[in-house]
């Protein structure tokens, strides 16, 4: 299998633009995670899904922010409109049966820049 | 929810020698511990993983040990070489929610 694939894996945008990411899971995993990393707050859990529903979003900083997963092999976070501070990288994990000892497996990351 | 902490933030060691990270956790039903290591600009990857009914995994130069009773886990890496110079970050997962808890991470820096 190819892992985890994201895209785009840059992104430059300027403030107040909308910013659409994207993500293939493993085929066959039932859950989906999306993180934010940064230097200040490490690796944040946004939301996760399970059979393509969001289960848990309390992560999610704000309704700029949402996520879609419209079927079992892509979802995207949307962030609307962009603000500085959401420069990070954002990473997109997925899991066989999503257990909480189930293992994630990450895929390489957006590096988003808002200008 | 689970609260996870991990020392150092940063590690250096002579190549050869060995290298320990450790880290706690608050939550005692948590049952499950990977360690990830993050190579610049790749994500975690997993390298090793323990559960809670056994005590110590070992996996060629990387070993992980777990003590519930104390709650912390630690990994080891022995002869250490460059290509372990990274970010390492630990989790901790199966109590409440299905989400996993992360360290902060140790930049590790093996030097030649």
């Known amino acids: 299998d190819a892992g985890v694939i994201q895209s785009p894996r840059h992104e430059v945008t300027e403030m107040g633009q909308e910013v659409t990411l994207r993500c293939k899971p493993i085929?066959?995993?039932?859950?989906l995670f999306w993180y934010r990393q940064t230097m200040m707050r490490g690796l944040e859990l946004l939301i996760y899904f399970n059979n393509n529903v969001p289960i848990d979003d309390s992560g999610m900083p704000e309704d700029r922010f949402s996520a879609k997963m419209p079927n079992a092999s892509f979802s995207t976070l949307k962030i609307q409109p962009s603000e500085p501070r959401d420069s990070a990288v954002y990473f997109c994990?997925?899991?066989?049966?999503?257990?909480?000892?189930?293992?994630?497996?990450f895929g390489p990351g957006t590096r988003l820049t808002v200008l | 929810g689970e609260n996870v902490e991990q020392h150092p933030s940063t590690l250096s060691v002579q190549e050869g020698d060995s290298a320990v990270i450790k880290c706690t956790y608050s939550d005692s039903a948590s049952n499950y511990f990977p360690w990830y290591k993050q190579e610049l600009g790749k994500g975690p990857q997993l390298i090793i993983d323990?559960?809670?009914?056994?005590g110590e995994k070992k996996d060629q130069r990387i070993a992980v040990t777990l003590n519930k009773t104390a709650k912390h886990f630690s990994l080891h890496i022995t002869e250490t070489q460059p290509e372990d110079s990274a970010v390492y970050f630990c989790a901790a997962s199966g109590g409440s929610g299905n989400q996993f808890y992360f360290g902060t991470g140790t930049s590790l820096t093996v030097i030649p």
């Open positions: 085929s066959g995993h039932d859950y």
């Open positions: 323990i559960r809670s009914n056994v």
């Open positions: 994990a997925s899991s066989l049966a999503g257990g909480p000892s189930d293992t994630q497996y």
